[in-house]
């Protein structure tokens, strides 16, 4: 009896050591792809954090305040060192995926009455951490905003659920929508979301249910006053220009993209690796047809709930060539992990399958990753090239930029924030900056970007002197930065080198 206790102790000690390593290996992965030592600011960085260093809320007309204190908070903490910023956003995707791993058990338990909560919150937290579409959420600094308003959101809805076990839930639950509205837009979902919660209470009077849901639609109400006082407009060109154009194609496109995108890595990827995709989720697809027809309403509810939570990001879509506006993706990825981890669980008895296709979607979304990593670390070193470059000189007035990389492959280069970043981390005193040409928008830059130096033709784009002397005035005093698809390639006067 008491080898079979020892045996049985060991065994399960065993099992436990496996579980271990099989959530510590995505884990250690994912944290080695947010490598954030490997990583830099990229295009609107240089923009929104001067601003919010200087104690600017309320950018370029957006109603995000929550949003810019925390790059304020961060520029006090790490000033220009732009790992810390980073640091920043893994913690945020980290402190999003813990909630997350605790509020999916609570919903499993209270309303869906589904057994193996536990296990169904464990893939599906798991899943939602190495999702391979968060690319733009954690490896750009202003993608954090998607992540912010997640973490406030899913604190709003857990204290919305409790709300009835104290009054203490019910404050909290205000000041959660409040500081989600305070952070990104997608908050506005939010009382459809709460009402959806009521309607699956169906134990409790109605009147009680419809005054919870009443006191977020006056705090909603309140929010889009203060909004329209603030910037003078309730819904901004920028994010509702499709929808107040009535371009109802446009937004049915968007839609099905998102939609699409939500399944699916950018068309940069490999062929097999989409084909891949395509091939877990037919198994996801025949895995529904194994469920027991009591799971299927709930399946339902939670497929409802995605559909909706696409709906704000309809205006401006997704890349479909690239990661680029796959931070909108980061709330649904939430119901498309559940909804997966729900599938897999449920579907049936076969469970070497089941775990063999959880692999396959972990592996394959591992890989997806890893390709937007080294997209984000190549975008943000060319960056930092032109600065390391730029300081190396002295008395320099002028720089030129040719052919000024976007992106690669949506990871956003220098489309916007060239003149900015020069005036924000260059040690020189530059009196002007000139853009000759930029790439395009589809250009993609090889691995390995080096730094060459050459003496070439003076000014690098159409430029007027009226006497020679001016003009090599001009050379004297100047930098040019020539981008290729393999090398930035600098013109200096010796004069300007330290």
Request: proline share 3%; with cysteine; aromatic share 16%.
């Amino acid at each position: 009896m008491r080898r079979f206790f020892y045996f049985s102790t060991a065994m399960l000690s065993t099992q436990k050591k496996i579980f271990a390593v099989f959530v510590a290996i995505p884990v250690l992965f994912v944290l080695q792809c947010y490598n954030p030592f490997l990583l830099w600011f990229q295009n609107d960085d240089f923009i929104h954090i001067p601003l919010s260093a200087n104690g600017e809320l309320l950018q370029r007309n957006t109603f995000r305040p929550i949003c810019d204190l925390s790059v304020m908070l961060d520029y006090w903490l790490w000033g220009k060192n732009a790992f810390g910023y980073h640091i920043t956003n893994i913690a945020l995707h980290i402190t999003a995926t813990i909630l997350l791993y605790y509020f999916t058990k609570l919903l499993f338990q209270k309303y869906f009455k589904t057994g193996n909560a536990k296990i169904i919150s464990l893939f599906s937290t798991l899943l939602f951490f190495i999702y391979a579409m968060h690319g733009e959420s954690v490896f750009w600094i202003l993608g954090r905003s998607s992540v912010l308003v997640m973490i406030w959101s899913l604190c709003f809805l857990w204290c919305f659920i409790k709300r009835h076990d104290s009054t203490k839930y019910v404050t909290a639950y205000i000041l959660f929508f409040v500081l989600s509205l305070l952070t990104y837009e997608s908050a506005w979902m939010l009382p459809i979301y709460a009402f959806m919660i009521t309607l699956t209470e169906q134990k409790l009077p109605a009147k009680k249910g419809q005054t919870h849901v009443l006191l977020i639609i006056l705090v909603f109400a309140a929010y889009l006053a203060i909004r329209y006082f603030s910037i003078h407009e309730v819904a901004g060109k920028y994010e509702a220009s499709a929808l107040l154009n009535g371009e109802v194609k446009k937004l049915v496109t968007n839609y099905a993209i998102l939609f699409a995108r939500s399944l699916f890595p950018c068309f940069s990827n490999s062929i097999w690796l989409l084909y891949s995709f395509g091939v877990a989720n037919l198994f996801m697809l025949f895995f529904v047809f194994k469920m027991p027809k009591r799971s299927l309403p709930v399946l339902l509810v939670l497929g409802l709930i995605f559909l909706i939570s696409l709906v704000p990001y309809t205006s401006l879509g997704v890349d479909t060539r690239g990661t680029e506006a796959e931070r909108f993706l980061y709330f649904p990825s939430v119901l498309y992990c559940l909804i997966v981890g729900f599938i897999i669980e449920k579907s049936g008895r076969n469970e070497k399958l089941r775990i063999a296709v959880a692999l396959l979607l972990l592996g394959l979304h591992g890989i997806a990753l890893e390709n937007s990593s080294e997209n984000y670390r190549l975008a943000g070193n060319v960056n930092k090239s032109v600065i390391t470059e730029l300081n190396k000189t002295k008395d320099v007035h002028t720089v030129y930029a040719s052919s000024l990389p976007q992106s690669q492959h949506g990871a956003l280069i220098l489309r916007n924030g060239f003149p900015e970043m020069i005036g924000w981390l260059s040690n020189s005193t530059i009196d002007t900056v000139i853009i000759c040409s930029r790439s395009n928008e589809l250009a993609v830059l090889q691995e390995n970007y080096k730094v060459v130096y050459e003496n070439d033709s003076f000014p690098p784009c159409k430029r007027t002197y009226t006497t020679a002397a001016q003009r090599d005035s001009a050379k004297l005093h100047s930098i040019i930065f020539r981008f290729t698809d393999s090398a930035l390639l600098v013109t200096t006067a010796s004069s300007v080198h330290y």
